[in-house]
RNA sequence: CGGAGUGUAGCGCAGCCUGGUUAGCGCACCUGGUUUGGGACCAGGGGGUCGAAGGUUCGAAUCCUUUCACUCCGACCA
């Protein structure tokens, strides 16, 4: 390609809502542009990089057993009232209706549509297992799309789902999808982590994420800090050690206690002299449901913050909002004085609390604290309900746990019978009983990944694409185009890398060097030739677009150097 | 969804408060010339339904009403 021909308008300037570098550089590189809020064009070198990232997973899938299909964008209603996520899925799912009043959903995800391509084709154990995939535009509506491709509403998205005939096989499917997926990121070549997950409003026994480590990453990961342990999760499923120490030296005597305008748990702890953690923490929330909302209480150890996703999965709640003084005066309960202790509303207690006693908590009653409260023999619902901090131990092996940002690219899960049950998909086993399949399903965010390379990969100049994601791997800049030496040899070397299958752009425009040697920064091409000056000592410039370095090479000698790359 | 803003040339902005020549600036673009190793310079030039609709007025980019879009902070986010 000549950069003469090639549709690239780069600028100086960045769009004033850029503050990722991944969406400045590929704005201001000419790869995408945006048109609508959340949607995004991609321009010829966009569409090149996305094509590429598209590539490396096609081969990867397809070679793990996958076989690739393209479903329908628009999908009937019908399908996601069936398996009851119509009404579950919340303003993210984009509804509307067609000249004759049938209602379509823009499919943010597509299980309804694979089961329903599946069902009544595979009938038998014997056609399992099968692993479909599509490479598709997805839409969601997003509250608050921002960060350029990193969190847009009309993204391009990697969706598999795979149908067996019992857990073992899916588990087994699972993995080799787990290996799949690292060896795409390590093509692509990022730095990442796959991680325990919460596994979300798609439901399902078990998920991990595949998290690259990027500072601007929207998600907290906590990782083991020991190299032999590879224990790493999301914050929203992690979990440590009970660091939990009994003083042999702490005594109560049970009952209630005076304790007026005392309700943070500082003041408490100053007040009784006593650690934090002998003091029983309720957090109030308001559980909303499809038909109604509820305040529902957590308990948690002093020295504990409640983790909001783990408190809205145990409540199984659509969602969890603030309780408000109203909400909590309605369900006659005491703010700032909250227990255990006789209560009307639902509750959950953390599983570190379970037998624990010489505690201290609310009375459920103005201005009082019941001392020494035990949990001994108390039938409560226990649940991990909190969030591991930065310096925990490990659960695994007892290392010191650390929290890094990540941005969450893949997920994969086990999804079992939720939606083959639902959209009532079933076969025939090896004893001729029907049964629903088991299914697995697999994401990847392909046009999150272009901006994903960027974020790990630039500096203040621009972008630093990576050999497999580069749209153009050698940038041949001519110098003064109208030098008639260099521009002939400039030429030569196209005819000579385009010859030899190399991936290469010419930049033969009437600009002064450093405009092209700025594009080529900002773009981010691995490799650029310069042509100029240096030619008339026959020698031509070879530049590392990762170090800035540049070194001569003899022209005769530069086609072979290429080659060694 | 709550709060706060912004819409004027391809991009970034001024003008609006206090209505009144032909709506301006920088970058980008076109022509000619000089330049050619780090985003050059000189001269000339093209490009605007001032987001949209309605209203007030002799007169509206400017004041009023409605509406649409986009952005920021937060909540949210397989």
């Not at 409640?306 to 999965?313: I, R």
Request: aromatic share 10%; with cysteine.
């Amino acid at each position: 390609m000549r950069f003469t021909k090639l549709f690239a308008p780069t600028t100086k300037d960045a769009p004033k809502d850029a503050i990722l570098p991944s969406h400045i550089y590929l704005v201001r590189g000419g790869f995408v542009s945006q048109i609508g809020s959340g949607i995004y064009n991609f321009l010829p070198l966009g569409k090149i990089v996305l094509d590429k990232i598209r590539t490396v997973v096609k081969e990867e899938l397809d070679n793990a057993g996958a076989q690739e299909v393209m479903l329908g964008f628009v999908t009937p209603s019908t399908l996601w009232e069936e398996s009851g996520r119509y009404a579950k899925f919340g303003k993210e799912l984009l509804r509307f209706k067609d000249r004759k009043n049938n209602e379509f959903v823009l499919g943010p995800t597509h299980e309804e549509a694979m089961v329903d391509l599946v069902r009544n084709r595979v009938k038998s154990y014997k056609q399992l297992p099968l692993n479909l995939y599509q490479i598709n535009t997805k839409f969601r509506d997003e509250a608050r799309p921002r960060f350029g491709l990193l969190r847009g509403r009309e993204f391009l998205m990697k969706d598999g789902y795979s149908f067996h005939e019992s857990i073992e096989d899916m588990q087994r499917e699972y993995a080799l999808m787990e290996k799949t997926y690292s060896q795409i990121l390590q093509r692509l070549g990022l730095d990442f982590r796959v991680v325990e997950a919460d596994s979300g409003a798609i439901g399902g026994s078990g998920s991990k994420e595949f998290m690259v480590l990027a500072d601007n990453g929207e998600d907290d990961i906590v990782f083991c800090k020991n190299p032999s342990c590879g224990y790493g999760a999301n914050i929203e499923a992690a979990k440590s050690k009970d660091n939990f120490v009994f003083d042999s030296e702490v005594e109560m005597t049970p009952g209630e206690f005076h304790t007026p305008n005392i309700s943070s748990i500082d003041d408490l702890s100053e007040f009784f002299h006593i650690p934090k953690s002998y003091l029983i923490k309720a957090v109030a929330k308001k559980a909303v449901y499809e038909d109604r909302d509820e305040v529902i209480l957590y308990f948690i150890r002093g020295d504990d913050e409640l983790q909001e996703t783990k408190a809205q999965n145990i409540a199984k709640a659509l969602e969890l909002e603030d309780a408000s003084e109203e909400d909590l005066k309605a369900a006659g309960l005491v703010a700032g004085f909250m227990g255990p202790i006789d209560l009307d509303v639902k509750f959950f207690v953390d599983e570190r609390l379970k037998d624990r006693d010489l505690m201290i908590c609310g009375a459920n009653k103005e201005d009082y604290h019941f001392v020494g409260y035990s949990f001994k023999d108390k039938d409560f619902d226990y649940a991990d309900l909190i969030s591991v901090k930065k310096g925990d131990e490990c659960i695994k092996c007892g290392g010191e746990l650390d929290i890094t940002k990540g941005i969450e690219v893949g997920h994969i899960f086990q999804l079992g019978t939720n939606y083959s049950e639902a959209l009532n998909a079933t076969f025939l086993d090896r004893d001729g009983k029907t049964k629903p399949f088991v299914m697995g399903t697999y994401g990847i965010g392909v046009s999150r990944l272009v901006a994903v390379v960027v974020e790990q990969h630039h500096d203040d100049k621009g972008a630093i694409w990576t050999k497999s994601t580069a749209p153009f791997t050698y940038d041949i800049i001519i110098s003064n185009i109208k030098d008639d030496e260099q521009k002939r040899f400039g030429e030569e070397l196209y005819q000579q890398l385009l010859n030899g299958g190399e991936s290469v752009l010419l930049d033969d425009r009437a600009e002064r060097f450093g405009f092209k040697m700025g594009d080529f920064e900002l773009i981010g091409f691995p490799y650029a030739i310069i042509v100029g000056k240096g030619l008339k000592e026959g020698v031509v410039e070879l530049v590392d677009r990762k170090t800035l370095t540049k070194q001569s090479v003899p022209k005769d000698e530069i086609f072979s150097k290429i080659k060694e790359l």
